[in-house]
């Protein structure tokens, strides 16, 4: 990446991070109008929800100095809100844990988050609210924030020439793979033409799946009623299957459709494609009709699958 074009997105990321940061009040001393830093919050927190930590977990897991964590501990213990006992599997592991004062601490500052994030929750649209969630969902699957390995692939929502490319590689992989004809590329041109021709971003997304910034995949939800969804297209090029990548489209499939209030996601397929089958059986639809035709130059068989949301 070119030195001009990588500044500009640094700035970019760290504009985001001043005004995040003034949003939700971290800059405040006194974190949600408490007594307690966010440092301080976190410690609550982590200490809250998982038992059994000792202070050198917290060091790994919020990245805090041992010296800085130290001083906290023994202010929560001066206050009263958290106590070290032995471990009664190793006596020398002094485990963490909160008093009975150190919860109602945590419940009130827990109290006091959810309503500042529903409140600002409650200032945005019903569409921005929805925006706003999958933006954090990207953040996530970008910086893998849960701790956990990033995915070797990233979604994201299709930009200019996207759409050309899905027809492209559909073309290019059902006739090396299956032998279809150009009929089944011009069936992909008119799906992806109605779904840009009538997009409605409230009910419908189309996902593009990148790895080592090249496209490697992509699938389709697209509004049939106020009720029902249909999921298409489903793609993955050769080099990323074995990557649960396919798995990883339809999930996003469904959780978009629960989430969107859909009651049914609906898809067709053919015989043929064995391992997306093997996937729509593994997120739970069920085959409910199957019927032989003839199209794309080949003798195949429509099948019909349903998930209940």
């Not at 949003?23 to 059994?52: D, K, M, W």
């Not at 996003?252 to 996601?265: D, H, I, M, Q, S």
């Amino acid at each position: 990446m070119r030195g001009g074009r990588l500044q500009t997105r640094v700035e970019d990321v760290r504009r985001f991070n001043r005004f995040f940061t003034r949003r939700i009040g971290v800059l405040r001393e006194e974190l949600l109008h408490s007594p307690y830093s966010l440092a301080e919050a976190r410690v609550l927190f982590e200490v809250a929800q998982e038992e059994g930590l000792i202070a050198s977990d917290l060091v790994g897991d919020l990245g805090l100095d041992p010296g800085y964590l130290s001083r906290i501990l023994a202010r929560f213990e001066g206050r009263g809100l958290l106590e070290r006992v032995p471990s009664e599997a190793d006596g020398r592991r002094r485990l963490l844990r909160l008093t009975a004062a150190g919860e109602d601490a945590f419940s009130e500052l827990d109290r006091r988050s959810r309503e500042e994030v529903a409140g600002m929750l409650c200032g945005l649209s019903e569409g921005d609210q929805r925006r706003l969630l999958d933006a954090t969902r990207t953040i996530e699957e970008a910086l893998g924030e849960d701790g956990s390995p990033p995915e070797p692939f990233l979604l994201r929502r299709h930009e200019p020439g996207d759409v050309g490319w899905v027809v492209q590689r559909h073309g290019e992989l059902y006739s090396r793979e299956y032998g279809w004809d150009v009929g089944f590329e011009a069936l992909v041109a008119r799906i992806v033409a109605d779904f840009v021709d009538g997009y409605d971003p409230e009910g419908e997304r189309c996902w593009i799946a990148e790895a080592g910034g090249k496209k490697v995949g992509c699938v389709f939800v697209v509004r049939e009623s106020d009720e029902m969804a249909k999921l298409r297209l489903l793609l993955v090029e050769p080099e990323a299957r074995g990557m649960g990548l396919g798995a990883r489209l339809v999930e996003e499939c469904v959780r978009f459709a629960r989430e969107r209030g859909y009651r049914k996601l609906v898809l067709w397929t053919n015989s043929v494609l064995t391992s997306a089958r093997r996937i729509y059986e593994e997120q739970g639809f069920e085959l409910v009709g199957e019927e032989k035709h003839h199209s794309f130059g080949a003798d195949l068989v429509g099948q019909n699958w349903e998930l209940e949301l």
